[in-house]
């Protein structure tokens, strides 16, 4: 497919947040709860006719992306532009009559069909819902047409069926079917084949890639596993914790993988030869909560490769203890966990934090127990993140370097959105190392 | 054209798989479903063919000029006896029988007319007017049925005439709470299903989504709740009546006012005109109480058990496969 081809879905700065109810309390003043950053500021292009994968573990907003694109979810800000019209601007009797030119596969098949529709009532709904058939026999025509062509053959021995009588396969491709018959432009695929066997899973997706070619199609395919994406998609783009990391050609990616995370990723496919042992130095700690997502880049407390510009914080120092006590003895954890204290300054993102010495210990005491860790484990990356410590009036203050924001930037064939690869991040971070104070 | 037999074939098939359910029961289910669906039945019969099977009026006092006797006892001519307005016990059951389902079923009728499209409206579309509907509902709740009835009958007693309507409203009243509360709450969680998501993605209108997709997903339960309200609705009826607001002697005949009319003929060894009209209650409201179970128990999923049929494998068909195999 060549670059220049017309751009189909155009995403400029797309933000999605859930708002997390308060308390009763806070729910009685009418303050509003904080906000689960789905999507955080994403800007993409969807070309026309290709397959983009969006890759990303559990929780790294990839499925409310494709929703949000649909105009499902309510965007909180930014822009998607389909077919030349920002949809997020839309007011939902219009986003209806587009519906006809987007569509949806969902994860679980046995969820999306209505138990009290026969497949085909379920499958000819839409034609009814957008007012595109005369009669019941012209739409009953039109199913028998499209179940045909979903390899739902024959026919007739599926039409009169409810959704309960049909494997987890035939329901998915019943799902298909309904999505296809309105002549669609663009397809969201998220995760359609991570909930059946995998004798069938190929089986859907080579249905899928014929009816590309068939109807014309554009595909974003959202889904949690490298290996359907890397036979499926045109493109990839890993997300995190609701940003685009990495985004480049399927290929490129895979035998180059830019960023820490996606190289962690790939590393972490299963080999499928027992003799062979490949070095899986996964990530460290699980994904952050996406309602306070780290300062800085959002992978650097998981990231082996973090440095000076990533925007390390009090949170950091937080895990950096957490880690050291969970190798110590009992003795030492005691006398260190009772000096520290409930250390409450560590919860919140922020450069500067304050502790004040427990049970008798000084700053400097403090001070001496930073400096032990350090000596313990001198290459944490943490280390590289600390501007300043000092102990004043009893107390331990802790200063980081600002955080930078890290940029999708240019890398080769691919964008990578991580400052090793930004020049301008690189000198700011050999700048930084030669202020620290140790 | 044959499209027509393929129409009704589907038709069948539609038919049969909503009655599955209860051509699959199976043991003390079934039982409570028979059961009750017979002694329903029969007062249904009684109800329709009243004016054939009563051997007189329900207000009757006299035949052929004569005059029958007051409280004569069950036997000759009056087979359950007569009341002290020289009434026939038989007479008032069985006439007694349509009132309590003309009431009852006119009730049902307008609870399921408001209840159901009012819990449907509010679980699917939430915010205000779900907060309202669900604490103007919970208000509703907090009143003893029996005093609410009581209020409804005698604020509509002076302007509607016709007792029957009188006291179905009242009722109605009583239970439109129980129908939006389960219809509204299984709303609530039919609403977060995918296929209604699915049917969003498809561009379907929310009325759409709510006929099309909700509503059935939610009726099933209705018919339970419904029959068990029934059972319910009669005691509250006869209550009204046992009281006097329910429906007034000269418009039918009513269970519930034949027996507060016979309390004092207990203490003079006069048993016949408080035993039947009681006996009829108990045996309706057993009646409907079984049927509603019984409908729980094979609707329901979670208590459903479904027949289990043991594999024979003495049968003749499976020796031909034996003997294949071998060969």
Known sequence: MSASAETLVSVRGLKTYYSIRGSFLDRLVGRTGAAVRAVDDISLDLRKGEVLGLVGESGSGKTTLGRTILGLVPATSGTVE????????????????????????????????????????????????????????????????????????????????????????????????????????????????????????????????????????????????????????????????????????????????????????????????????????????????????????????????????????????????????????????????????????????????????????????????????????????????????????????????????????????????????????????????????? | MATATVRAQRRTVALRRAFAPIAEARGFARWMLFAGAAITLMFVILAAFAPLLSPYAFDQYQANGHRFAQLARPGHGHILGTTVQSTDVLARIVYGAQTELEVVGLALAFGLAVGVPLGLVSGYFGGILDRGSVFFMDAMFAFPPLLLAIIIAFLLGSSVSSGVLVAAIAITIVYVPQYFRVVRNHVISVREEQYVEAARALGAKPFTILRRYVFFNVVQNVPVIATLNAADAVLTLTALGFIGYGVQPTQGAEWGYDVSRAVTDVASGIWWTGLFPGLAIVLLVSGLTLLGEGLNETINPVLRRRAIRQVDFDAPSFDAGAEFYEA
């Open chain 1, 82 to 438: 389909f077919e030349g019209k920002d949809i997020t601007k839309l007011s939902e009797h219009d986003l209806r009559e587009l519906r006809r030119r987007m569509q949806i596969v969902f994860q679980d098949p046995h969820a999306s069909l209505n138990p009290a529709m026969t497949i085909a009532q379920a499958v000819g709904h839409p034609l009814q819902i957008h007012g595109l058939a005369q009669d019941k026999e012209q739409v009953r025509a039109r199913v028998a047409e499209v179940l045909d062509r979903v390899g739902l053959s024959p026919v007739e021995q599926f039409m009169d069926k409810y959704p309960s009588d049909l494997s987890g396969g035939q329901k998915q491709r019943a799902v298909i079917a309904r999505a296809i018959i309105l002549n669609p432009v663009l397809l969201v695929a998220d995760e359609p084949v991570s909930m059946l066997d995998m004798s069938v899973r190929a089986k859907i997706l080579e249905l899928m890639l014929a009816l590309k070619r068939d109807f014309d199609l554009t595909y974003l395919y959202v889904t949690h596993d490298l290996a359907t994406a890397k036979f499926f998609c045109d493109r990839i783009a890993i997300m995190y914790l609701g940003r685009i990391v990495e985004i480049g050609p399927s290929e490129a990616i895979y035998e180059d993988p830019k960023h820490p995370y996606t190289q962690a990723l790939l590393r972490a496919i299963p080999e499928p030869d027992p003799r062979r042992t490949i070095p899986r130095d996964l990530p460290r700690g699980e994904v952050p909560d996406a309602a306070k997502p780290p300062l800085g880049c959002h992978f650097r407390p998981r990231c082996p490769r973090a440095f000076e510009v990533c925007g390390w914080e009090a949170r950091d120092l937080k895990e950096l203890l957490e880690r050291r006590w969970a190798e110590m003895g009992e003795e030492g954890f005691d006398a260190e966990r009772a000096a520290v204290g409930p250390a409450e300054s560590l919860n919140e993102p922020a450069t500067t934090a304050k502790l004040h010495g427990h049970g008798g210990a000084s700053g400097a005491d403090l001070a001496g127990l930073l400096e032990k860790a350090r000596t313990g484990d001198p290459d944490d990356p943490f280390w590289t993140g600390v501007k300043r410590i000092a102990s004043e009036n009893g107390a331990l203050e802790v200063d980081w370097f600002d955080p930078v924001d890290p940029r999708l930037l240019p890398a080769g064939p691919v964008e990578v959105e991580c400052h090793l690869y930004d020049e301008a991040a690189l000198a700011e971070a050999a700048e930084r190392r030669g202020a620290r104070i140790p």
